[in-house]
């Protein structure tokens, strides 16, 4: 497709409006960015930006984050591989829905209202996104997918409910997955969260603990490095013990006032300290303190569970925190001393960690320590460090030393004690080697409407009946709005009686479809698969071409999603390569974060006034410049603070880039036989960017196009317009500037005589002769000042250079007959004269 120049305007004037109106309807036509299934010869290379939540337009964060991962995508267009970059959005969640309350309407009117207005804005950005398999999860026809992936999960023994105290939002009338909970407070809306029992919908994630960890051996030097080590430490895998502790029975089983024998186990890294616990704790909100407490104790450990119920996991942990607690009129047996040790309720143990109890070892633990001062537990120090007891000094010590009070481990040190204690309890029958998890199993069900709504039928006879496949998707019903959707406690969806209320698969009888929908993570954990085929009403994507097209080859997107969507991700991917649906273990093989865009040092905000808006500068000063001045901010995982950006300076270089191929004259001669120097700097450039984009140096390849065009520029001056180098440096220009500025790069590549699109041109060629330097500059200084420049071989010795130095005739002026006293050489670059 050819089109005409405007000679009155476009070879007059660097018009970015001219450009924005011309350019997309060029691309459209031409389907530049669509993805070619059939093409079998160019290797595929997929690029996926985390996808957006449709809260309203575009915001500065997003110009950043979707800038990065389109020089990604153009640079592997150029250089010849068969890329797709999809788009997408993660349309269900809480924001549409609280809308919709607001505004009495449905929540797919606010989301797909603002999915529109989005899109529109990502065109403008001149994004090189496939829009061909463009999806949003609230479509039925994707959540439909999600339903059937629930399903197979839940065949698997993946999928389970269970009673449990959850993480409640009282704003938000929804449970939260630990994950969701930041400082205490829920992540969508601030609100401190209380706990609550209910009985809620898990993935087992545990079960794919080890993998997890395992499988970030593929990741190393792909991932950020603070990425692979957040998600470790979430996953938390500690190698201990299980130590079984048995109850005693208490009182007379007749009189009412009895509990029967018990047992707990615990799990503890440290099982050589089994001789220093002096008493056991307890999680208090857990069903085994319910289940231990003597009834004499009941009132006053009910009492302590409401008195704990808005406090957080991170408060209840705190090692700043005064402890509290109740006893609950029982003593457990321990199982290497045989001595009676009291057990306790408490809030720093959690119901959800291990097995919700622990031995407590006061000599060795400061917050076990806290808590016997607080209550005047025995305190026995059992691994002598060479430090005062922790009795008298109130600090409990922690290293590595010989055990005492220790029966047989005297005299041990860690290491071997360890090993002892645990053949200890196996020999006793009274535990076993075990590896431990920080990992909880993932809470995926919430009591909001919109959502993903689990495919499960409750039958009094039959029980969890799974919808038949042939019955998905569960669509989400239509005429509730406004609210009627608001929180109540229990899914709003449980209203909607012609709903709910449905036959039963197997029996046929009365049932009731789950009220619950999906947290929103489930949507996101596969939707980059769905990419390869998305129109597909077979299955969720066929095997085929997800395994031509993935894994990602580079996934872009924020750090705040380093331990929630990803771990998921990762989760999803190694279910589905089980089920033999991918033959790939990990979803994304290079992981890219953009840091935030700030404004005076603060994250933007409209409480703090602070706020910028993107559509705003994008009319003052045009798509390129907003983008290039935002890739050249700072490197890609750097924060980008707005008020030290300059969009204007960079319209300004930008507008000189398109001068210069506007500027050189069209010739037929061969590049080869142009100006040496001219050809050896458009050469530098070119291959410099290619690394520097490969390391995710955005920022500086920037940088060396600046420098080429100052190079050209001074080149065309000086009267070398008509030089085959001349255009050969402003077509090298045009390409890199394509990474950033597509519309003044295609105006560029037509202005050289080019046909659109310039994201279809190759990356040039690089003659490798031309990077080997004839002459470099080797700067002479005296006394910290430059007094000489020197023209040298890039080969020149040290002795060589100096003998140069010496006898220019900068120097000889400059020491005028005084001695010498030191010379420092760098070859070939610096020689430094300290004179006497």
Same mark, same amino acid.
């Given at each position: ?391 008298? @000094?109130?600090? #409990?010590?922690?290293? $590595?030393? *010989?055990? !005492? ?5 005297? /005299?041990?040190?860690?290491? =071997? ?73 229990? @899914?709003?969806? #449980?209203?909607?009686? $012609?709903? *709910?209320? !449905? ?5 046929? /009888?009365?049932?009731?479809? =789950? ?322």
């Amino acid at each position: 497709m050819s089109t005409e120049l405007n000679t009155e305007t476009d070879v007059r004037e660097y018009d970015t409006a001219r450009m924005e109106a011309k350019w997309p309807a060029v691309w459209d036509a031409l389907n530049v960015y669509v993805a070619d299934n059939e093409d079998t010869e160019r290797e595929r290379f997929t690029v996926v930006d985390m996808f957006p939540y449709p809260s309203g337009d575009l915001h500065m964060g997003h110009a950043e984050a979707y800038a990065m991962g389109d020089v990604v995508a153009r640079y592997w267009m150029h250089r010849g591989k068969n890329v797709l970059h999809p788009v997408g959005w993660d349309s269900f969640g809480l924001p549409a829905e609280n809308a919709a309350i607001k505004r009495n309407a449905h929540p797919s009117e606010w989301t797909y209202a603002n999915i529109e207005t989005q899109a529109k804005s990502f065109r403008r950005y001149a994004l090189s996104l496939d829009w061909s398999r463009r999806l949003q999860t609230s479509d039925p026809e994707y959540y439909r997918w999600t339903q059937w992936l629930f399903k197979r999960f839940y065949e698997r023994g993946l999928a389970y409910r269970k009673n449990s105290p959850v993480n409640w939002c009282p704003k938000d009338q929804t449970v939260l997955a630990n994950e969701q909970v930041v400082n205490g407070a829920c992540e969508r809306c601030g609100t401190m969260v209380t706990k609550k029992n209910l009985n809620q919908w898990y993935f087992k994630i545990t079960d794919y603990a080890d993998r997890l960890l395992d499988d970030m051996d593929q990741l190393e030097g792909q991932w950020p490095e603070r990425v692979l080590l957040m998600q470790r430490n979430w996953i938390g895998r500690s190698v201990g013990a299980h130590v079984t502790f048995q109850i005693p029975a208490v009182g007379e089983m007749n009189d009412g006032d009895a509990r029967p024998e018990a047992s707990v186990t615990v799990f503890t890294t440290r099982p050589d300290t089994l001789f220093g616990a002096t008493f056991m704790v307890v999680a208090a909100d857990s069903e085994v303190a319910m289940d231990l407490v003597a009834p004499s104790q009941r009132a006053a450990l009910e009492e302590y569970r409401e008195s704990i119920k808005t406090l957080s996991d991170i408060d209840r942990q705190s090692s700043d925190r005064e402890k509290t607690g109740v006893p609950l009129g029982r003593v457990a047996i321990n199982p290497v001393s045989g001595e009676e040790i009291p057990v306790w309720a408490s809030d720093y143990v959690l119901a959800d960690y291990g097995t919700g109890a622990i031995m407590s070892v006061p000599a060795h633990d400061q917050r076990d320590l806290d808590f016997a001062r607080a209550f005047d537990l025995p305190i026995r120090m059992v691994v002598d460090t060479g430090e005062e007891d922790p009795a008298v @000094s109130g600090v #409990a010590t922690t290293g $590595d030393g *010989v055990m !005492v009070n220790s029966g047989p481990l005297d /005299g041990l040190n860690k290491q =071997d004690a360890i090993a002892a204690a645990t053949e200890l309890v196996e020999s006793r029958g009274t535990g076993e080697a075990t590896v431990n998890y920080r990992l909880r199993d993932w809470l995926l069900s919430r009591q909001r409407f919109w959502g993903a709504p689990i495919p499960i039928i409750h039958c009094e006879i039959d029980g969890e009946v799974p919808v038949p496949d042939n019955q998905l998707p569960v669509e989400l019903p239509t005429n509730l709005r406004g609210e009627q959707l608001a929180p109540k406690g229990e @899914s709003p969806l #449980a209203s909607a009686t $012609d709903w *709910v209320n !449905v036959t039963c698969p197997i029996c046929g /009888g009365p049932a009731r479809r =789950d009220t619950d929908t999906m947290d929103t993570f489930v949507d996101s954990s596969w939707y980059f698969l769905r990419y390869a085929s998305p129109r597909d009403d077979k299955e969720p994507f066929a095997e085929d071409q997800v395994n031509k097209w993935l894994p990602v080859d580079q996934y872009v997107g924020g750090v705040e999603h380093a331990i929630l969507h990803l771990l998921y991700a990762r989760f999803f991917t190694k279910v589905l390569f089980d089920m033999g649906m991918v033959n790939f273990t990990e979803p994304f093989k290079a992981l890219l974060n953009q840091g935030q865009v700030l404004n005076q040092g603060k994250a933007m905000s409209k409480s703090l006034g602070n706020g910028v808006d993107l559509s705003e500068e994008l009319d003052r000063f045009g798509v390129d410049s907003v983008r290039m001045a935002m890739v050249f901010a700072s490197p890609p995982a750097d924060d980008v603070d707005w008020a030290d950006v300059s969009p204007a300076a960079m319209g300004k270089f930008l507008a000189r880039a398109w001068r210069v191929a506007r500027d050189v004259e069209a010739t037929e001669a061969d590049a080869g036989e142009g100006n040496r120097a001219m050809r050896s700097a458009t050469h530098k450039a070119v291959h410099d960017a290619a690394q520097l984009v490969e390391s995710g140096k955005f920022n500086v390849v920037i940088a060396r196009a600046m420098e080429l065009v100052n190079v050209a520029r001074k080149f065309i001056d000086d009267g070398n317009a008509s030089d085959p180098a001349a255009q050969e440096a402003a077509e090298a220009i045009a390409i890199l500037l394509s990474l950033f500025a597509p519309y003044t790069a295609e105006d560029m590549w037509e202005l050289l005589g080019h046909e659109p699109s310039i994201a279809r041109a190759p990356w040039p060629e690089v003659d490798e002769s031309l990077l080997v330097e004839d002459t470099i500059t080797a700067v002479v200084q005296i006394q910290g000042k430059v007094r000489e420049r020197l023209e040298v071989s890039p080969e020149i010795s040290a002795s060589e250079l100096e003998a140069l130095a010496l006898a220019s005739d900068g120097v000889k002026r400059f020491l005028d007959g005084r001695g010498i006293r030191k010379v420092i050489v760098r070859e070939p670059k610096l020689v430094n004269i300290v004179p006497e």
